[in-house]
């Protein structure tokens, strides 16, 4: 077997490329970040919405880089020996590469998609097939238009497990995607309403969503959430694309993989479920009703791929929350700790009660609070105001303590908020900062969570600077 992921010879072929200069035999890996690049990798020159990856071809290949990826139209910007692909753009031929790499795999391939909950859900089955064979997985949220074509090229060939998650924000964007992809499983983890912005109603989004099916390999499985409103329109889009089984998960008697019982703990759930007729008990690593949900998802796809289903229930054990989705910390703070959830990545109304239900199961010290620390859920359209509004009766249903708000839509839950319960707002996160820095006290539990376009990352950044801790540790995983 090849030492190397791809022969530069291979390359070139699937790329449609010309070769420049001394070409190595091959090529250990991929990348489009000139900064982190490794020798012995390729490095692809994307154009991205801020920089154009053409800028640091030289630093790549002074890097170690093995060779570089360049569009025709530049290739006279470097030097004749320079050791270059050239073609005639590099997306389209990161494309065909991930093309390649789609024809050449053997692996059972998985793609992922939702409204909430895509990148746990992946990671999760993840950590579960990694136990059971060699497996390659989404890097991150690498699931748009460069993002599931680079993960596709990345694929080593001898993979037995490979997973994918694809997003969206817009009609018509999945379906381009999951073509490339054609799994052989197909999850849904739920639809709800985010990106309202781009589409008439939640019954839109589940069209949107539906074009997962439009993949599926034929014999594919379908893997939907039984639970929510839109499961007979995304049945009945699987059915018109042809999907010749449809597994449903949730809690409702006719589930496929049904959730009996769950008990959850405020870093850890304890899950009785029916996983395709298999009763099965066991703890996941990361809290909240939402994540135990998913995790019914994960194990059906990993019944359904002939795994061990008790090792995979054991694996959920290890399972942690990623950084900006859940991740804890804990901070050393004036007389004990305070422990933070960092839930910064992302946000929409869906998420956002899921991680406020998380915090009000959050433990406290003697004096600490449950505070939340809200930036503006974005592309929410006519709705955004009221979405953000209504998030006051989650607030009170979980008894969070103290809310600080962050930004002009969450400016609407800050004025519905009743006295007691204000902690702060500003208009932006830096003016926020300074008020929930000087707020925070032993036994406190602090959330931070906001779309990533309204930049909260600083704040749980100053937090880990102000109070230096270390990371929580899961009793699950212990």
Partial sequence: MSEFLWTSAAMAEAMRATAQGAL???????????????????????????????????????AGAGLAVVEAAQRGNFPADARLLVVDDVLTGLVDLGRAARARLGAQVIAITGSVG?????????????????????????????????????????????????????????????????P???????????????????????????????GLEPGGVAILNRDNPQFERLQKHAKKAGVSRIVSFGTDK??????????????CSAVHANILGHDVTYKLGMPGRHMAMNSLAVLAAAELMGSDLA????????????TGRGARRHLEVNGGEAVLIDESYNANPASMKAALSVLGAAAVGPKGRRIAVLGDMLELGPEGAELHRGLVDTVRTEKIDLVFCCGPLMRHLWDALSTGRRGGYADNPTALESQVLAAIRAGDAIMVKGSLGSRMKPIVSALEKRFPGNAALDDAAV
Wanted: aromatic fraction near 6%.
């Fill in 311 to 322: 090792l995979a229930a054991l694996t959920l054990s290890q399972v942690q929350p990623a």
């Fill in 254 to 267: 006719k589930s496929d993989a049904r959730l009996l019982d769950v008990a959850l703990h405020p870093t």
């Fill in 184 to 214: 052989h499983f197909a999850v849904i983890t739920t639809v709800e309403p985010v990106h309202l912005e781009f589409f008439a109603g939640v019954e839109a989004i589940a069209d949107a969503k539906a074009e997962i099916f439009s």
């Fill in 24 to 62: 190595p035999e091959g090529i250990s890996g991929i990348s489009i970040d000139s900064r982190s690049i490794t020798p012995g990798e390729a490095y692809f020159a994307i154009k991205g919405d801020v920089h154009d990856g053409h800028a640091f071809v030289e630093a790549a290949l002074k």
């Fill in 118 to 182: 895509k990148t746990s859900t992946k990671e999760a089955l993840r950590r579960v097939c990694e136990a059971q064979g060699a497996t390659h997985a989404s890097v991150a949220s690498f699931n748009n238009h460069w993002g599931v074509p680079l993960t596709l090229a990345r694929c080593p060939a001898n993979a037995r497990f490979a997973i994918f998650e694809i997003g969206m924000n817009h009609s018509g964007e999945i379906e381009p995607l999951v073509k490339m992809v054609r």
